[in-house]
């Protein structure tokens, strides 16, 4: 995967809609290319963050990120074709679960 179908596939793997390669292929690209998981993190921001932000609460981007690659990553492992959705599903839980404890603990 290159920079440029990185970027195109920012929205679907917010949206939980990447195919098991393209999210393989997504996680290792932003494990490698910082200009890349910092345009993540700015659309993971606009998303999702925004909410928080203007809650007035504290919210850890950057922590949220690295947290959900890494969830990401430890289940493409164990990965199987048919629980796609259950993967998806425990990936962002798994994300916002450390981001509500993140505004807990500020
Ligand atoms: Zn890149």
Redesign the pocket.
Known sequence: M??KE?VRCIPAFLNKDLEYAQLKDFCE?ADS?P??KEELTIQLLISKGIVHLEAGDAFDLNKELSNCIAEAQRQLKSYRLNRKKAFYLELIGGAFAVASLVVLFL
């Open positions: 290159n920079c990185f690209h290319c200009e890349c």
